[in-house]
């Protein structure tokens, strides 16, 4: 999946994703990677960069989950007290945003989306191939049996 954390389309997908990974566990590989709609979603690159600032402490998913969870609270100030409700060190996580540090990540992401044929988001591949059905759970889940 491509993602933006800022995006209404991804926060409504996110629930819905979360239930077929859990059905589908040891069946599915899933990857997340970011495609924040810069100019649309003024939070979604800091958020992206939080996410891989999580990631460098160990807890992608967990700030990945939180964050879609935050009704859409992105700002710096909330990405580094999730940090700490996470039990990361948010100090680290604070100057990492600051400086920066993970935006190359994040751009790698992007860059590669729009080298796949991204457009918008969320956008799943399935078996290799952008999809270009519906998301919603037994559109998605059929896809990807129909792919295995």
Known sequence: MFGDFQCPYCTAAYPIVRRIRDRMAGRLLFAFRHFPLRDVHPDAERAAEAAEAAAAQG????????????????????????????????????????????????????????????????????????????????????ALETSA
């Open 59 to 142: 807890a992608f998913w967990q700030m990945h989950d939180r964050m879609y969870e935050s009704n859409g609270a992105l700002s710096r100030e909330d990405l580094v007290s999730y940090a700490g409700e996470l039990g990361l060190d948010s100090r680290r996580l604070a100057e990492e945003l600051d400086s920066e540090a993970h935006r190359p990540r994040v751009q790698r992401d992007l860059d590669s989306g729009l080298a796949s044929g991204v457009t918008g988001t969320p956008a799943f591949f399935v078996g290799g191939r952008l999809y270009g059905g519906s998301f919603d759970a037994q559109s998605l889940t059929a």
